[in-house]
């Protein structure tokens, strides 16, 4: 019953930088933890992000620590993804998601209980 819509996402030039923004239905959101994880083509969805309800915890793939930074607003029901220093490698749709037991910040898919429809991330040379 939770609806999440990305959006932010496009093409840019390495070394560029981009905003991704997940608005969320709900009334609970601050109770939810949130993570953002991305998916190229043949690949499996691998997590990039999360965060914890209060916004007060955070987490980080190694491939993008230091150069992204998650955060939410929850007056907004709205979580961020700010990716600097952008590389092709970084090329995928972006998904947000919610983990309703969103106790702790989980890095596998099968915690998150509902799904954005994703936004494409583009990154040339």
């Known amino acids: 019953q939770v609806q999440l819509v990305e959006s932010g996402g496009g093409l840019v030039q390495a070394g560029g930088s981009l905003r991704l923004s997940c608005a969320a239905s709900?009334?609970?959101?601050?109770?939810?933890?949130m993570g953002w994880f991305r998916q190229a083509p043949v690949k499996e969805r691998k997590f990039v992000a999360g965060?914890?309800?209060?916004?007060?915890?955070?987490r980080y793939t190694d491939s993008v620590n230091g150069r992204f930074t998650i955060s939410r607003d929850n007056a907004k029901n709205t979580v961020y993804l700010q990716m600097n220093s952008l590389k092709p490698e970084d090329t995928a749709v972006y998904y947000c998601a919610v983990d309703r037991q969103g106790y702790y910040i989980s890095t596998v898919p099968p915690s998150y209980d509902y799904w954005g429809q994703g936004t494409q991330v583009t990154v040339s040379s």
């Open positions: 709900g009334r609970t959101f601050s109770r939810y933890a």
């Open positions: 965060i914890q309800g209060s916004g007060t915890n955070t």
